[in-house]
């Protein structure tokens, strides 16, 4: 099973600032399959990222990701109010795991 | 637009089958995988298994020998059935679509919230 480790656990930032999420995964994952999504309390996840660099339908373009093989990075470039919540990476080359998550919270 | 929706009884007994059905509208089951996901409170995500429209599984290696995932396409239905449930499976279940098997989960519906005690 390919384990994702996501850092930090905690992201304390204002408005405006720039985020970087890490992700990093036990085993290359094949063909770049991983995904980032947001998770804000009481609600399902959506998908922001997939392909590690793709943006999904309707995601502004402040959401980024990039990275192959083990590491992999989301980044935010300006933190909006509504974008403070919890991100989880996942891949989907060889089964389907989840990471753990970074929570993005206002300073 | 694609909408899914998870229903199935909120509280189940330990050692007994949990159920869960979910219902797709806005688009037809057919030619997708479909996904059940489940988040214990205040904890991360876990993929519990897949199927094709087809009826083909997948299943999370950890959960497979208790997990059965069925489709229904006259229905526009799927469902999860977990047997011999613990404490361990109080979650919030979701249920999920991706386009082809290797996929990010595009749509989601809204969790169903089960818990087990007796």
């Known amino acids: 099973e390919i384990v994702l480790t996501q850092s930090p656990g905690t992201l304390s930032l204002s408005p405006g600032e720039r985020a970087t999420l890490s992700c990093r995964a036990s085993q290359s994952v094949s063909s770049s399959y991983l995904a980032w999504y947001q998770q804000k309390p009481g609600q399902a996840p959506r998908l922001l990222i997939y392909?590690?660099?793709s943006r999904a339908t309707g995601i502004p373009d402040r959401f980024s990701g990039s990275g192959s093989g083990t590491d992999f990075t989301l980044t935010i470039s300006r933190l909006e109010p509504e974008d403070f919540a919890v991100y989880f990476c996942?891949?989907?080359?060889?089964?389907?795991?989840f990471g753990q998550g970074t929570k993005v919270e206002i300073k | 637009q694609v909408q899914l929706q998870e229903s199935g009884p909120g509280l189940v007994k330990p050692s007994e089958t949990l159920s869960l059905t979910c219902t797709v509208s806005?688009?037809?089951?057919?030619?997708?995988?479909w996904t059940w996901i489940r988040q214990p409170p205040g904890k991360g995500l876990e993929w519990i298994g897949s199927i094709y429209y087809s009826g083909s599984t997948d299943y999370n290696p950890s959960l497979k020998s208790r997990v059965t995932i069925s489709v229904d396409t006259s229905k526009n239905q799927f469902s999860l059935k977990l047997n011999s449930v613990t404490a361990a499976d109080t979650a919030v279940y979701f249920c999920?679509?991706?386009?082809?098997?290797?996929?990010?989960?595009?749509?989601w519906g809204q969790g169903s919230l089960v818990t087990v005690s007796s």
């Open positions: 996942q891949q989907y080359g060889s089964s389907r795991t």
């Open positions: 999920a679509r991706h386009f082809k098997a290797m996929a990010s989960f595009d749509y």
């Open positions: 392909g590690a660099s």
């Open positions: 806005g688009g037809s089951i057919s030619s997708y995988y």
